[in-house]
């Protein structure tokens, strides 16, 4: 099934949408790696070779009636043949120790601003603690640096 538009709102640098399903308040979004692209290492740059693949999700921000989006997408291992080093590669934008991409990061932060953080559970399926520790993790990020 190809959904026209889903693209522009899920748009990950080397990844494409392979499909959509919605359930009543869930929405799962398959992403594939496009295999135009090669794997680069993160440190050095050079071709990188597929050692092996796991599927994995992440939590996005909701999408009309669906609260609750998940991306799952395939998160490769691979090798660099030019230092020798293993790594993981994600989509750009999500977080592989959050379990979220940074866009849903924000929009938690911004909710944090205005409301309790209680109340932050009825509007996105996150807890009270994980909405407190994403909105210091993005002020961290986002803020300069306090110069007394």
């Keep these: 099934m190809y959904v026209y538009g889903i693209r522009r709102l899920f748009s990950f640098k080397e990844y494409v949408v392979e499909e959509v399903q919605f359930a009543e308040d869930l929405a799962e979004v398959g992403l594939r790696r496009d295999k135009r692209y090669n794997l680069t290492c993160p440190k050095c740059g050079a071709k990188m070779t597929k050692d092996r693949s796991i599927q994995q999700t992440a939590r996005d ?68 603690a994980t909405a407190n520790r994403w909105d210091k993790k993005v002020l961290e990020r986002e803020l300069p640096e306090s110069d007394l």
């Excluded at 009636?65 to 799952?72: N, P, R």
Aim: one cysteine or more.
């Design 61 to 128: 921000i909701p999408i009309c009636q669906a609260k609750g989006v998940v991306l799952v997408y395939e998160a490769i291992q691979g090798r660099c043949q030019k230092c020798n080093c293993y790594s993981t590669i994600h989509p750009e934008g999500i977080d592989p120790y959050a379990k979220a991409t940074w866009r849903m990061m924000v929009f938690t932060a911004h909710l944090c601003r205005f409301i309790p953080l209680k109340r932050v559970q009825e509007i996105i399926p996150v807890s009270a």
